[in-house]
């Protein structure tokens, strides 16, 4: 990835984290928005010296179209250029059809799913231009088939998979892949809070899904697009 430029939306939360750290290692430009001041300085210091000069973060509401658009034209002036766009800004929450406030849901379609779209519609300009591109999106596995109890959480995280795979056809002609992971249960922080009995011996580390992002952002990957990778 030496000399190519990377965007991790939500790259300072635990999952965009080893995201950021996988893409640094392997010679990335790595360009992540944050919110939360305390991840942005917990990332920081987990960069080597060798890489750090090649972090750029930046206060960016990922929900904000202007925010983010904005925010993509300041790397393209630059850089000249936006190589990788990683969505992996994200949220979870419970309940069923009948006890879920339409509040909720719209918090989960704007977490799982706006924030994909906009970033998408934010880089698409680069890559096109530059006839090179990937992006890819973080969906579940949990809604594959999809799950009720927690359906928000479902029906967004599935909509992220049907539009990558629409985009896919969009962009393919102009030489850009759009692909997404599905990670299952990942062993993060929050998910050992909330699941403090839990056999965790099936759960996936966040390096092992940040590890196949890579891959599908590489040239090893030239040829998959619409993809929807189980993790």
Same mark, same amino acid.
């Given at each position: 990835?030496?000399?190519?430029?990377?965007?991790?939306?939500?790259?300072?939360?635990?999952?965009?984290?080893?995201?950021?750290?996988?893409?640094?290692?392997?010679?990335?430009?790595?360009?992540?928005?944050?919110?939360?001041?305390?991840?942005?300085?917990?990332?920081?210091?987990?960069?080597?010296?060798?890489?750090?000069?090649?972090?750029?973060?930046?206060?960016?509401?990922?929900?904000?179209?202007?925010?983010?658009?904005?925010?993509?034209?300041?790397?393209?002036?630059?850089? &000249?250029?936006?190589? %990788?766009?990683?969505? #992996? /800004?994200?949220?979870?929450? *419970? @309940?069923?059809? !009948?006890? =879920?406030?339409?509040?909720?849901?719209?918090?989960?379609?704007?977490?799982?799913?706006?924030?994909?779209?906009?970033?998408?519609?934010?880089?698409?300009?680069?890559?096109?231009?530059?006839?090179?591109? &990937?992006?890819?999106? %973080?969906?579940?596995? #949990? /809604?594959?088939?999809?799950? *009720? @109890?927690?359906? !928000?959480? =479902?029906?967004?995280?599935?909509?992220?998979?049907?539009?990558?795979?629409?985009?896919?056809?969009?962009?393919?002609?102009?030489?850009?892949?759009?692909?997404?992971?599905?990670?299952?249960?990942?062993?993060?922080?929050?998910?050992?809070?909330?699941?403090?009995?839990?056999?965790?011996? *099936?759960?996936?580390?966040?390096?092992?899904?940040?590890?196949?992002?890579?891959?599908?952002?590489?040239?090893?990957?030239?040829?998959?697009?619409?993809?929807?990778?189980?993790?």
């Amino acid at each position: 990835m030496r000399g190519r430029v990377v965007i991790v939306s939500g790259g300072t939360g635990a999952l965009g984290q080893s995201i950021c750290l996988t893409f640094l290692r392997a010679g990335a430009t790595v360009c992540a928005p944050y919110v939360v001041e305390e991840e942005q300085v917990a990332l920081r210091g987990r960069v080597g010296s060798a890489d750090a000069g090649r972090l750029e973060m930046a206060p960016c509401d990922v929900t904000n179209e202007a925010a983010v658009a904005a925010y993509a034209a300041q790397i393209v002036e630059r850089h &000249r250029r936006i190589d %990788v766009l990683v969505n #992996a /800004v994200g949220g979870f929450a *419970g @309940g069923d059809l !009948a006890s =879920t406030p339409l509040a909720e849901w719209n918090r989960m379609m704007t977490l799982n799913l706006s924030t994909a779209v906009v970033a998408c519609r934010a880089v698409l300009p680069s890559m096109t231009g530059a006839r090179w591109g &990937r992006i890819v999106n %973080v969906a579940s596995r #949990a /809604v594959v088939p999809p799950q *009720g @109890g927690f359906i !928000a959480y =479902t029906v967004s995280k599935a909509a992220v998979i049907t539009l990558t795979q629409a985009l896919a056809q969009e962009v393919r002609p102009h030489g850009i892949t759009v692909n997404a992971v599905l990670p299952s249960t990942m062993d993060t922080p929050a998910n050992r809070r909330a699941m403090p009995d839990a056999d965790r011996s *099936g759960w996936v580390s966040t390096e092992a899904v940040a590890r196949v992002i890579v891959f599908l952002a590489s040239e090893d990957a030239a040829a998959v697009t619409g993809a929807a990778v189980p993790v």
